[in-house]
T-cell receptor, first 113, second 118 residues
Framework: QQQVKQSPQSLIVQKGGISIINCAYE??????FPWYQQFPGKGPALLIA?????SEKKEGRFTISFNKSAKQFSLHIMDSQPGDSATYFC????????????FGKGTSLLVTP | GAVVSQHPSWVICKSGTSVKIECRSLDFQATTMFWYRQFPKQSLMLMAT?????????EQGVEKDKFLINHASLTLSTLTVTSAHPEDSSFYIC??????????????FGPGTRLTVL
């Protein structure tokens, strides 16, 4: 059972554009929502994360928007660059349940020149 | 900081043999490490949670006698795939949970180990 649903499965954006990836969850006990970036043949790298006490977090070109009532969160990549082409995973975890991450299925992002 | 290494980065073995994969947190202590499996173009699937000094907790459907996990120290966890078969071929990734002041319970991932069973 997929506890975190991620969309779209793939995304093509022109250089300089905004990439938006969405995730939804059901378990209201989740209290940590990270985004990971993964390049082929590599392990995932933590990009940015948010906790439910804030609605938005920005780090450089990457922004997480969090809607607690809708149980949704999204990643915005501003001024997308070809080097951002990778697979992005959203995840969620629960502090009092071992911190195990529940991953979305991933979004393959291609930024064209 | 917060670097996790895995060894080996890739391994090819014959069917029926056992393979050990090491996961180390290089610059922090990790009381909890996680092992994931990832098939091509798919998401990460949690196999087990490993706590230092105690038995690992396996996810439903993961054979604990086939995937042996040992977390002997605060910086090292090992995954042994016993009697490997071609269907065990996959990308195995570990992660380590860092504690304050390194981070607030964030998980840092290793670079992964590509296992190919012939």
């Amino acid at each position: 059972q997929q506890q975190v649903k991620q969309s779209p499965q793939s995304l093509i954006v022109q250089k300089g554009g905004i990439s938006i990836i969405n995730c939804a969850y059901e378990n209201t006990a989740f209290d940590y929502f990270p985004w990971y970036q993964q390049f082929p043949g590599k392990g995932p790298a933590l990009l940015i994360a948010i906790r439910p006490d804030v609605s938005e977090k920005k780090e450089g070109r990457f922004t997480i928007s969090f809607n607690k009532s809708a149980k949704q969160f999204s990643l915005h990549i501003m001024d997308s660059q070809p080097g951002d082409s990778a697979t992005y995973f959203c995840a969620a975890s629960q502090t009092n349940s071992g911190y195990a991450l529940n991953f979305g299925k991933g979004t393959s992002l291609l930024v064209t020149p | 900081g917060a670097v996790v290494s895995q060894h080996p980065s890739w391994v090819i073995c014959k069917s029926g043999t056992s393979v050990k994969i090491e996961c180390r947190s290089l610059d922090f202590q990790a009381t909890t490490m996680f092992w994931y499996r990832q098939f091509p173009k798919q998401s990460l699937m949690l196999m087990a949670t490993s706590n230092e000094g105690s038995k690992a907790t396996y996810e439903q459907g993961v054979e604990k006698d086939k995937f042996l996990i040992n977390h002997a120290s605060l910086t090292l966890s090992t995954l042994t795939v016993t009697s490997a078969h071609p269907e065990d071929s996959s990308f195995y990734i570990c992660s380590a949970r860092a504690l304050p002041p390194v981070s607030y319970n964030e998980q840092f991932f290793g670079p992964g180990t590509r296992l190919t069973v012939l």
